[in-house]
């Protein structure tokens, strides 16, 4: 079955330390993006990929970077610049920029800063 | 203001209920939307997509869309406690050919239970 997928599911992280989120996804898809999600607040992009080798910061870049080095993969890595890690981060991907028949998720990572 | 405003509830039904969930935005250039159901802990799915105005019906959902008020709706008849989930509105810009681009909005997302 194509789809996305995420790890880890849970994830903790010390004040300070860096770490990388993973996304693969076997669709084919040439857009990839990631979301926050925190309660009330719906998603909101931090980045996003339209090809490999490209990518264009959202609306809450700051503190998290990424890579495409591949179609299948785009970690996100979250840093110690990021002073308020804790929340639930979603991947998705679409066929292309600007599909307009919606995007495939992910089942997310639980990030948690301890 | 937020392009897309939707309310967060929470909405709380008795099994059986019609639920209408609702979305708001602001700007007419959105012409493809979609509805979203997120179960806790859980990546969102596609329920439904509906292009320009109109009604689209699948099995007990049925979504709406004005236009002209901009506002568009999630109907769900005979719910369900399996129906208790976050659901996010999300809409896409058109192009005057009707072709669509850039990247989603999404709505806050309205949390349902359905209670037995």
């Known amino acids: 079955d194509g789809g996305i997928t995420q790890s880890p599911k849970y994830l903790f992280r010390k004040e300070g330390q860096n770490v990388t989120l993973s996304c693969e996804q076997n669709l084919n898809h040439d857009a990839m993006y990631w979301y926050r999600q925190d309660p009330g607040q719906g998603l909101r992009l931090i980045y996003y990929?339209?090809?490999?080798?490209?990518?264009q910061k959202g609306d809450i870049a700051e503190g998290y970077s990424v890579s495409r080095e591949k179609k299948e993969s785009f970690p996100l890595t979250v840093t110690s610049a990021q002073k308020n890690p804790t929340a639930f981060y979603l991947c998705?991907?679409?066929?292309?920029?600007?599909?307009?028949?919606?995007?495939?998720f992910g089942s997310g990572t639980r990030l948690t800063v301890v | 203001q937020k392009e897309v405003e939707q309310d967060p509830g929470p909405l709380s039904v008795p099994e059986g209920a019609i639920v209408s969930l609702n979305c708001t935005y602001s700007?007419?250039?959105?012409?493809?939307f979609m509805w979203y159901r997120q179960y806790s802990r859980k990546g969102p799915e596609l329920l439904m997509y509906?292009?320009?105005?109109g009604n689209k019906e699948d099995g007990r959902f049925t979504a709406q869309v004005d236009k002209s008020s901009k506002y568009i709706s999630l109907f769900i008849r005979d719910s369900q406690p399996s129906d208790s989930a976050t659901y996010l509105c999300?809409?896409?810009?058109?192009?005057?050919?009707?072709?669509?681009?850039?990247?989603?909005?999404f709505g806050q997302g309205t949390i349902l239970t359905v209670h037995p």
């Open positions: 700007n007419s250039a959105f012409q493809y």
């Open positions: 999300a809409m896409m810009y058109s192009n005057a050919g009707g072709t669509s681009y850039g990247k989603l909005t």
């Open positions: 509906t292009y320009s105005s």
């Open positions: 998705a991907s679409s066929p292309h920029l600007g599909y307009g028949y919606g995007y495939t």
């Open positions: 990929s339209q090809i490999v080798n490209d990518f």
